[in-house]
């Protein structure tokens, strides 16, 4: 029996299948995983809101010129209420991404003075000693 069949894998297998991908594993290794799946998740969800809005276009062309539908009017709505969806979808993946790179470029930042507090620091010092050069 082998040992996958045993249920224990040795450091050298790995699954056959891996999840598809539009950037290679090399632009992986230069950190920016995160933004490539972003913009691959763009690239998919764009790609079939614009196939729906095409079959959605050509079936108002032939409802207008007489011609026979593709779609029903329940399809047609369903594929519109998926559109909607998936556009929404990325809506909120594009904010979930901008927002960690504001927090990430917050934390990164030097804290600077809040100018409140400089002003109370400066009104300590004693007059005396701002204008004072002997």
């Known amino acids: ?25 090399e632009a992986e290794a230069g950190g920016e995983t995160q933004a490539l799946e972003l913009a691959g998740s763009v690239r998919d969800i764009a790609g079939g809101a614009r196939l729906v809005l095409g079959l959605l276009e050509r079936d108002g062309l032939a409802r207008d010129n007489g011609r026979q539908e593709l779609l029903s009017r329940c399809h047609q709505g369903l594929l519109e209420r998926f559109a909607i969806s998936a556009l929404t ?6 904010d979930h991404f901008i927002g960690q790179a504001n927090r990430r470029a917050e934390t990164a930042r030097p804290q600077q003075d809040n100018p409140a507090e400089s002003l109370v620091r400066l009104a300590a010092v004693p007059s005396a000693s701002i204008g004072d050069a002997s």
């Open 89 to 94: 979808m990325l809506e909120e993946s594009a």
């Open 1 to 25: 029996m082998s040992a996958a069949r045993e249920g224990t894998c040795t450091a050298g297998q790995g699954p056959l299948f891996q999840e598809f991908r539009w950037h290679g594993l």
